[in-house]
């Protein structure tokens, strides 16, 4: 007899996720991702249906990994106007790979966050001059705050220099992080001499120029996820080396490569699996759109603690 689904909240995502282990473990997903067939991911890109009367998306991104045994599905809703609800809705869907049963249904707001941060600290750790001590965040909303954790991973920072199109945002970011951080009053000044920036706006032109970033800076470029939208000028992402999270996906979604006609260099999975070189010491971008296979190893990692603790819980009750 099958099982109702259990439902995992967000809190309850944020309370089980170790960031260590699931950087390592999106590590590996993305390097598998990179091998094509033989990795043993299978992730189409996206489908998304614009919700144009709303100025809102619905993203449906369903992802497997034969070598975790994990099945998900996400449903993501990105309505960048949303003031008293969080711009993004999700959900997503836990399903036995073994015969399509649904396992849960986990709150998705808090695994985007968290998994794009991570999945850009892959990339940094990879891209960035290991000598990084100023990091630049370019808005100040959900994916900053996930970002700073997460690159907080790899090392601490002596400045954090944050901008957002509203400066109020940029103070309450600035206490919460603490004494590092430092608001600032335009772009070019957060990211001067920088060596990470990291876009994380909802901008739809290019606010970040290239005549304002430090050679051998690296940039997480992680906003403007549709084929319209930009962050970054086209100077910019012709004369950098660019890497991307999917060459697939980012010639459907993104902005910055297309509108651009850049050159990617990689994905970062080919770094990972070796197959192309880190090239560091040059300005590097890690363009990402997102990718089903880290909500997947996200979720997965979720509902197997969270089982875990229901079974302890039943077995030794308070
Ligand atoms: N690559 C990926 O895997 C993913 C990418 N994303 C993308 O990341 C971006 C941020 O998402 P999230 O943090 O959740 O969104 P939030 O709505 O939480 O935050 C967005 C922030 O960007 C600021 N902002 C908006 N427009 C501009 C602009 N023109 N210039 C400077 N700052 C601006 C906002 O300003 P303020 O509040 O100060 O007015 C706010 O601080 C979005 O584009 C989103 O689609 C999200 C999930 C995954
Ligand atoms: O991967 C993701 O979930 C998203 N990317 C851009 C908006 C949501």
Known sequence: MSQ???????????????????????????????????????????????????HGHLGVMPGYSSSDEALATKIVAFYPENKDLPTHQAWVL???????????????????????????????????????????????????RSHFKA??????????RIFSRTRASAQKLAKEIGKTAKVCSSVEEAVEDADIITTVSFATTPILKAEWVKPGAHINAVGACRPDWRELESRLMQ?????????????????????????????????????????????????????????????KIVYEKYMHQLKQDSEYPA
């Open 151 to 160: 690159l907080s991973l790899l090392q601490s920072f002596d400045e954090v």
């Open 239 to 299: 004369e950098s080396v660019v890497y991307c999270d999917s060459r697939d996906a980012c010639s459907q979604e993104a902005g910055d490569i297309i509108l651009s006609e850049c050159d990617v260099f990689a994905e970062i999975g080919e770094v990972i699996n070796g197959e192309k070189q880190a090239l560091w010491e040059k300005t590097t971008i890690f363009k990402s759109v997102g990718m089903a296979i880290e909500d997947v190893l996200s979720a």
């Open 94 to 144: 836990m399903q036995d790979p073994t015969n399509g049963s649904l396992n849960a249904i986990i709150d998705g707001v808090s695994i985007t966050s968290i998994r794009t941060g991570i999945a850009s600290a892959v990339a940094t750790k990879h891209l960035a001059n290991p000598n990084s001590r100023i990091l630049a965040l370019i808005g100040a909303g959900v994916q900053a």
């Open 4 to 54: 109702a689904p259990k439902y995992i909240s967000g809190e309850e995502v944020e309370k089980l996720l170790d960031l260590k282990e699931l950087l390592n473990s999106i590590e590996t997903a993305l390097g598998n991702y990179s091998k094509g067939k033989d990795g043993g991911v299978v992730q189409p890109v996206r489908l998304v249906v614009p919700i144009e009367k709303h």
